[in-house]
């Protein structure tokens, strides 16, 4: 149906300014959807919003005002439920400004021959049926209420004997009075670095023992022999968890061992596995290298090219593999390694250009080939 | 009632009537009002009437349908015989380049109409 309100425009601004919808907004839609139908099926085929809101209205005050002669008069006859007899007599009740046949008539015994209902009758045979257009869920819809619990639920008992547990508990001491919230506990500098440090050596060694555990099991697969790099790594860990900084240059022998089982084991399906986990130690070779180009071994069996990878080190410190989750541990002994100062760190960076500069130069050299 | 003469008519009245009211609620119960069941029931349940009959809801829905219908029905006729004055009026003033809004109706006062009926109860 088109719609031909142009008076409007003021109301909608006025819904537009406060957009809470009251209880009684979805009920009065509901209505106005009805009574469009109504007039639809009566013949009518624009309806303007004013004149559609007040149908609906009357329609509603029709209703409310039924319910209402209903039950005074089945309250008057001392009943709190309303029957037939109370509606016919509430539709005559409202019937009568405009009167309805049979008035006049003494009620006989029968009701279904009064007036209104005859004209309800007649309406029902008459008119088309048409139902409403949409599915109208029950409604009010009752929301579940949250009880507070009682003293018996909680399994509290109450404070005063007055009090009988099943009633609702009483708040929490929180709710009302000004609580601690947190402990708080005296800190002490020195206490807190000896704690630090116990757990980044903590750290470490389990670090350690999780790559000797890897070349174990690299080892007993390929059958390499490796024993002389684990009773290495078996004694530095068991010796002391200042390994890293203590010893850069055992560190550094643990991961070569490491790096020479990649090409033996790269044949095997079961240790692609050790083989990703050992490229994720790449990064951290690279690290290595550096501190071992000044004291070399001849231990460099490094076959391929390495990608440079710059790690965010503090000068002084050594780290095994980062893409472990071992960030926190990362931070942990970047802290340690400040208390040992800052004392390599260009010299680092130094190192790390020129072994960069030389790589890309070997490449050349291969790339060629 | 009138007391001792009718004694036999008001029984086989009441059976008569019986029948007919159940008849005609049977009937009620077979049309479909347009007015939905729940939105009746909800304001009925506003002004106290309690029933758990169905039958009863669907009379007051066809007995709102009702009036609703003669209402427009009434309307109706009246819009279509009033003459088309203000139509032709409209149509002239869009002509010259008049744009007027036409007053819909007018009210007493500034806030007639403004409050919904709901809350007068």
Same mark, same amino acid.
């Given at each position: ?5 142009? &008076?409007?425009? #003021? ?18 839609? /509901? ?23 007040? +149908?609906?209205?009357? %329609? ?13 008069? &089945? ?11 109370? @509606?016919?007599?509430? +539709?005559?009740?409202? *019937? ?6 049979? %008035? ?11 007036? %209104? @209902? #005859?004209? /309800? ?88 023992? $999780? ?32 390994? @890293? ?25 079961? &240790? ?29 069996? /490094? ?15 050594? $780290? ?23 004392? *390599? ?11 960069? +500069? ?12 | ?29 077979? !049309? ?10 909800? !304001? ?78």
């Amino acid at each position: 149906m088109s719609d031909g309100g142009e &008076a409007e425009g #003021r109301r909608d601004e006025h819904n537009d300014s406060n957009m809470r919808f009251g209880a009684d907004e979805y009920s009065r839609a /509901i209505a106005r959807v009805a009574m469009a139908q109504i007039c639809e099926g009566i013949g009518f085929e624009g309806f303007n919003e004013s004149a559609l809101d007040s +149908l609906a209205d009357i %329609a509603i005050r029709y209703v409310c005002e039924l319910g209402k002669t209903s039950r005074l008069y &089945a309250n008057l006859a001392g009943r709190m439920s309303c029957n037939i007899f109370d @509606i016919v007599q509430g +539709l005559e009740d409202m *019937g009568t400004p405009q009167g309805f046949t049979g %008035a006049s008539e003494v009620h006989s015994d029968c009701v279904v021959s009064s007036g %209104a @209902i #005859r004209e /309800i009758k007649e309406y029902l045979e008459t008119a088309d049926e048409v139902p409403f257009g949409q599915p109208v869920p029950h409604f009010p819809v009752i929301s579940e209420q949250r009880m507070i619990p009682s003293f018996l639920q909680m399994g509290e008992t109450p404070a005063f004997k007055c009090v009988p547990p099943w009633l609702p508990a009483f708040p929490d001491p929180h709710t009302y009075l000004q609580t601690p919230v947190w402990n708080e506990r005296q800190s002490d500098a020195r206490t807190d670095k000896i704690e630090l440090a116990r757990q980044h050596r903590k750290a470490e060694r389990s670090l350690l023992s $999780l790559q000797q555990r890897l070349i174990c099991n690299g080892s007993s697969v390929a059958t390499t022999s490796d024993e002389p790099y684990n009773e290495e790594n078996g004694l530095e860990v068991n010796n002391n968890g200042n390994l @890293i900084f203590e010893n850069p240059l055992d560190a550094g022998k643990i991961v070569m061992s490491k790096i020479s089982i990649p090409p033996k084991l790269s044949s095997q399906a079961h &240790a692609e596995k050790k083989v990703s986990l050992l490229e994720t130690f790449a990064p951290a070779i690279e690290a290595m290298k550096d501190g071992l180009e000044s004291g070399s071994d001849g231990e460099n069996t /490094i076959p391929e090219k390495k990608a440079p990878v710059f790690l965010e080190l503090k000068g002084g410190k050594k $780290l095994f593999g980062e893409p472990l989750d071992l960030r926190i541990r990362n931070k942990a002994v970047g802290r340690a390694a400040l208390w040992f100062g800052h004392n *390599g760190e260009n010299d680092d960076k130094k190192r790390r250009v020129e072994f960069i +500069l030389r790589q890309s130069l070997e490449n050349q050299q291969e790339l060629p080939q | 009632m009138n007391g001792q003469t009718s004694h036999q008519q008001p029984k086989d009245g009441r059976h008569d009537d019986d029948a007919a009211l159940t008849e005609f609620l049977a009937s009620l119960m077979d !049309y479909t009002p347009t007015i939905p069941d729940e939105l009746v029931e909800h !304001y009925l349940a506003k002004s106290g009437f309690q029933c758990p009959d169905a039958r009863l809801t669907r009379l007051v829905a066809v007995a709102t349908q009702k009036f609703i219908a003669d209402v427009a029905t009434d309307a109706l006729q009246q819009c279509k015989a009033r003459p088309a004055v203000i139509k032709d009026k409209r149509d002239k003033q869009q002509k010259y380049g008049v744009n007027v809004k036409h007053q819909e109706y007018f009210a007493d006062t500034p806030s007639a109409g403004l409050d919904p009926a709901s809350r007068d109860e």
